[in-house]
């Protein structure tokens, strides 16, 4: 990655199995680090305020690539696991640290909040977020390994 972005992503998309709900994704990236902020709105919701969710930090483990580390920053019991889950995913997708925020509630969804809702959310959210990465970050498989093709 040359250059960071100056100005952060910003977009949102429906939140899978529910009528009037939606994912705001605000994505910053810099040159070391990506930050990364999720949240849910309901249509009814739109001028209220959202609580806070969990905060976490995740970093590439360079000894054990396959397993990155993370720490908590702030907690918050119902989306701990998923932020950290979605935070370890992408510093190894990406193999930079990343912290992301999230207050994404499930409980507009269809069933409220299934483990099946939560996974396509899961799986969404990882998929918007790789997109938007893909022209910045460079994956590991495409850095210079010394060798040249001349």
């Not at 702030?74 to 932020?83: C, D, K, N, P, R």
């Not at 269809?110 to 959210?125: I, N, R, S």
């Amino acid at each position: 990655m040359d250059d960071a972005i100056n100005e952060p992503i910003q977009l949102s998309f429906p939140l899978p199995r529910s009528l009037d709900t939606r994912i705001y994704l605000r994505l910053t990236i810099k040159q070391k680090v990506i930050m990364l902020f999720l949240t849910t709105v309901a249509a009814e919701e739109d001028n209220n305020a959202v609580p806070m969710g969990s905060f976490v930090y995740a970093l590439p483990d360079k000894y054990n690539p396959s397993q990155p580390l993370s720490t908590t920053i702030y907690s918050v019991e119902a989306t701990l696991e998923f932020t950290t889950r979605l935070a370890k995913i992408l510093a190894k997708k990406t193999q930079m640290p990343i912290y992301v925020g999230n207050s994404i509630s499930f409980a507009n969804t269809g069933l409220g909040g299934t483990v099946e809702e939560e996974m396509e959310a899961f799986k969404k959210v990882v998929e918007v977020t790789l997109a938007k990465l893909q022209g910045v970050i460079k994956p590991p498989d495409s850095l210079s390994n010394g060798t040249s093709s001349s």
